[in-house]
Every structure is written in C-alpha cells, then in structure tokens.
C-alpha cells in the first residue's frame, strides 16, 4: 500500500501542474492512469481507496479551489475564469460554486468570507508517518541555531488545552463542531496573505499553515516547563483585517526575540525520525546560560513549529535576556 500511496502522490502533484496550466486534455482518468501503467477501473478503485474521493469528484472541487483564489484576488471576469477552469459557461461555474460553496463567485468576490476548500489530499503526508525507532540520515547536515528577532504579526488558530502530539490533537478536535483537520485546513487555505505561504500559487495542504504551543494565557506552566496550549493556524502581517472564521482565534503577537533550531531538506520517508532526534537533542544540549538568554515562559508567548520536509524542519521558540 505504501508504494501505491507514493505513486498517488505523484498523481495528485501531476493533476495540480495541470490545472495550473489549465491542460484539460492531460487530466482525464484514461490519460492519467495509462501515463501510471494501469487500467482505467484499477486506477479509478485505487484513486477512491486511498484518497476517500472518486477521480472526478476530486478533480472538479480541486479546479474550484483554484478558481477560488483568482475570484478573490483578480479583477477577471467571472466567465474568462470560468472557461479556463473547464466549465461550459458562467451559469454552470456559479451551480458548481455554489454547491460547493454555498455562495456565487460574484457574492464571493464582493465579500471574500473563509470558505471550507477542499485541500489537496496528501495520501503520504509528511506529518503522519508512524515514527517506528531511529533512522540514520543520508549525509547527515548539522542543526543550526541562531537567534532572530520576529516583526509583531497575528496568528490565526485553533487552540487545545489537553492535547499531546500532533495525532491527539487532531484525534481531539475532530470531537468539536466544526474543527476537525478538513474543515480547518479548508478554512485557512481561504485566507490570504499568509506569511508562511511559500508564495508558489498553489494550494498545497498546509501551506502558510503550521503547529504551534503557546504558554497558557492563564499562566499555568507544566511542571515540565513546557507550554500547555497545543495550536494549529496560520501566521498574518500585523495589519490584517480579513476575515476571522468564528471557530477561530486571531492574536495579536507582539515583536520578540526567539532561538531557532533548524535543520534542511531531508527525505521525510526515510528521515524524518532522525533528524527530529538531532533537533531534541541540540534543544536540550544547548546552552542558554552562556547566550545570555532563557526560554520565555510569559503567558501568551507562542512556540513554532514548522516541518517542510522540501525546505526545512525548524523550531523556533521565544527567548528573553536572562536577568541579571
């Protein structure tokens, strides 16, 4: 199963380049599942088995998703973005629209509310491989450490008390109305300007999008000095005055200092374990009496978490001078 999922991978990036170039004639189950080396029916099961999602399905709410982002961000008339979209004309793209939606691109474009997109399926998410002991990385790289200042920004995000881990807390979510992992990653591919979005024009899950921990707004501070809030959103510029979906909290953060342990791109197959290791190990080893600072533990103060397997694994926490 697990090379299926890769090769599946491999299909949705295709579709993606596709639609980006609006290469219709390349994206049919037919062409797609021969360029594969299968049959149309055994491409067409697998593609539901492993994504939850019939091929067209998939393909048509992808295409709105994109189509969705030049409605809000251009001045392009509704039917040139329809057409280039595969649809027949302006009143099918506003049926598609609005079923998926629930509102027409034209209300849309006039009031740009947080629409539940459907995200792209990661079928071999980097964030959900099962850690089953270490493993050495090829060419092994050093973790960096430096210090950095952050510009006052707002976060935007979903907030669990009780969660430990990446898999509890969505496990925990998923119990809550409204913030399971689709619906909020839909959410927050809607909003623009995210500060983290690698700026490529697509619409990967995750992008712009990353984990967080925020020392508990009450103070409370686990006796194993770290932060009880487990978060999951978006960074925005200081400015922003978009829409906030009602299931989420937008913070104002404040400019400040943080450590940065980073490491660079890596095969999240293989690696990840390993280089999660080196990243503990050189957080718990380092010296923070020599550097003149200390970890932050000040109510409200937010950890990041950022695992780009293509670019790079970093966390990055706050930090203030040590008192004298």
Known sequence: MSEMCREMQTVIDLMDACIRQHADADMT???????MGYSAFYFSRKFREITGMQFRDYLRFRKLAFAVQEVRDTERKLLDIALDYGFSSHG??????????????????????????????KPFDCYLIERKGL???KNAREVKIYFVTLPAHKFLHIRNLESIGYFDFWEKQSHIPGQDCETICGLLDSIPDKLDDMGTGDLSSG????MAWQNDPAGRICSWGIPLAECY???????????????MLLTDVPEGEYIVFEHGPFDYETESAAVEAKIEIAMKDFDYAASGYQLDTAPGRFFYYYHNPAHAFKYIRPVCKTKA
């Open 207 to 210: 992008s712009g999008q990353l």
């Open 29 to 35: 189950l037919e062409s797609i599942a021969r360029k």
């Open 92 to 121: 099918a793209f506003t049926r598609a629209f609005k079923e998926a939606y629930g509102v027409t691109p034209s209300a849309y474009r006039k009031h740009p509310v947080p629409l539940k997109l459907r995200t792209i399926i």
């Open 135 to 137: 493993y050495m990385t």
């Open 233 to 247: 959103g978006v960074r925005l510029p200081a400015d922003y005055e978009g829409p906030v979906p009602q299931q």
